[in-house]
Nanobody, 114 residues
Framework: VQVVESGGGLVQPGGSLRLSCEVSGFAGNSYGVIWHRQAPGQQREWVASVGGTGARKFVDSVKGRFTIYRDNAKNTVDLQMNGLKPEDTGVYYC?????????WGQGTQVTVSS
């Protein structure tokens, strides 16, 4: 199983970014995906998740600003981030989960700064 994130970058406050997580080795809706982030000097935190059935959850700090799009045919899960704030800065990681199995991507940097 491979997990690859893409789409990070530098954006001004209030801007948008779309991160993509491509999972190879799991099929269709057989797995869940969790997005995490780690800000400089901080512990990694859970940001958002989508289950195999499509159920979505978000940490309170991003509710109303972040959305998850899941494409089972392409095995991708995108994290659409709008209204970005400096405190959203960090390395964003994608984790694919199925049962007790867990696979992580290498992370993608998101920097929100003017």
């Amino acid at each position: 199983v491979q997990v690859v994130e893409s789409g990070g970058g530098l954006v001004q406050p209030g801007g948008s970014l779309r991160l993509s997580c491509e999972v190879s080795g799991f099929a269709g809706n057989s797995y869940g995906v969790i997005w995490h982030r780690q800000a400089p000097g901080q512990q990694r935190e859970w940001v958002a998740s989508v289950g195999g059935t499509g159920a979505r959850k978000f940490v309170d700090s991003v509710k109303g600003r972040f959305t998850i799009y899941r494409d089972n045919a392409k095995n991708t899960v995108d994290l659409q981030m709008n209204g970005l704030k400096p405190e959203d800065t960090g390395v964003y990681y994608c984790e694919a989960v199925r049962g007790t199995l867990s696979y992580w991507g290498q992370g993608t940097q998101v920097t929100v700064s003017s």
